[in-house]
């Protein structure tokens, strides 16, 4: 089975800042799609960025960008300018046949002002 | 547009009874899933519901079932209420699945389901 590992419980950036959020995955497959998410407080999952295995290029969301290393599985996130608003859990997935979202156990992203 | 909605937002269970959880998907999405995060698990897939079948489950015993309706909405039942199965439970949708599209899947607010 599919893993994904999120080595970092918990992070802080000052507000402005730029932080990257770790994550690494398992998997045989040459295709399939990677996910982040993130969930505040109220408990809502919110996308932030989803990213295609067959595509090279690096997804971008505004201030949400990813690095994307498929031979290494790797594939972090790089909040720039973080914003109180960004202070939350996030959630790396990876989708499995099945459509099957396999969560990491999360990064607690702490924001200073 | 109104997105995943899901009832009720708290359920206090006594064990050993049956929980039902409720769930509306955006409009224009036809497949609906289900996950369990409870504290110390993790997310953790249950199922998934496309056209009215079940299309994948995770690992879950059969106590936890569910369906879905043709206008696409879905049922999440839990039958025999363990202490354990206390958990936040999200729904989610998406929509029309071709083969592993990867289709982007959005979530609700979840049920807090309580077992006592």
């Known amino acids: 089975a599919q893993t994904v590992t999120q080595s970092q419980p918990e992070m802080s950036v000052q507000e402005a800042e730029t932080v990257t959020l770790s994550c690494t995955y398992d998997?045989?497959?040459?295709?399939?799609?990677l996910f982040w998410y993130k969930q505040p407080p109220s408990r809502q999952m919110i996308l932030v960025i989803r990213q295609e295995a067959y595509k090279q290029q690096n997804a971008t969301e505004n201030r949400f960008s990813v690095n994307f290393q498929k031979a290494a599985k790797s594939f972090s996130l790089k909040i720039s300018d973080s914003q109180l608003g960004d202070a939350a859990m996030y959630f790396c997935?990876?989708?499995?046949?099945?459509?099957?979202?396999?969560f990491g156990a999360g990064t607690i992203l702490r924001v200073k002002s | 547009e109104a997105g995943v909605t899901q009832s009720p937002t708290h359920l206090i269970k006594t064990r050993g009874q049956q929980a039902t959880l409720r769930c509306s998907p955006i409009s224009g999405h036809t497949s609906v899933y289900w996950y369990q995060q409870a504290l110390g698990l993790g997310l953790q897939f249950l199922l998934w519901?496309?056209?009215?079948?079940?299309?994948n489950r995770g690992n879950f015993p059969p106590r936890f079932s569910g369906r879905q309706f043709p206008n696409y909405s879905s049922e999440l039942n839990v039958n025999a209420l363990e202490l354990e199965d206390s958990a936040l439970y999200l729904c989610?949708?998406?929509?029309?699945?071709?083969?592993?599209?990867?289709?982007?899947?959005?979530f609700g607010e979840g049920s807090w389901l309580t077992v006592v």
């Open positions: 997935s990876y989708m499995e046949y099945g459509n099957k979202l396999v």
């Open positions: 998997t045989s497959e040459s295709d399939y799609y």
């Open positions: 519901y496309d056209e009215g079948e079940e299309r």
């Open positions: 989610a949708s998406s929509l029309e699945v071709q083969e592993f599209s990867g289709n982007t899947i959005y």
